[in-house]
């Protein structure tokens, strides 16, 4: 199993972004996605994460600017990120908790990089 994360980039404060992360592989199904990041110096931390019901969850911090789904047809999960600020810089990992046929386990992509930057 593959997580591939693509969408980050440079943008100014006030803008948006949205992540993308699509899993590949030998996949049954797929419990809860999340997107976490980790600034410079600092610890990973989740910033959201959305059930296989579509229940959501989000770090306080970008309730209200980020907005988490997924499209389970194409087993991706997806980051709008809305009025940016410098503070949302990091690297930015996807994470899915994915059932094969034999066993469950957790899967991280690749990081895709989000500068927030005038």
């Known amino acids: 199993v593959q997580l591939q994360a693509s969408g980050g980039g440079l943008v100014q404060p006030g803008g948006s972004l949205r992540l993308s992360c699509a899993a590949s592989g030998s996949i049954f199904s797929i419990d809860d996605m999340g997107w976490y990041r980790q600034a410079p110096g600092k610890q990973r931390e989740l910033v959201a994460s959305i059930t296989s019901g579509s229940s959501t969850n989000y770090a306080d911090s970008v309730k209200g600017r980020f907005t988490i789904s997924r499209d389970n047809a194409k087993n991706t999960v997806y980051l709008q990120m809305n009025s940016l600020k410098p503070d949302d810089t990091a690297v930015y990992y996807c994470?899915?908790?994915?059932?094969?046929?034999?066993?469950?386990?957790?899967?991280w992509g690749q990081g895709t990089l989000v500068t927030v930057s005038s």
């Open positions: 994470n899915a908790v994915v059932l094969t046929t034999t066993f469950r386990s957790s899967y």
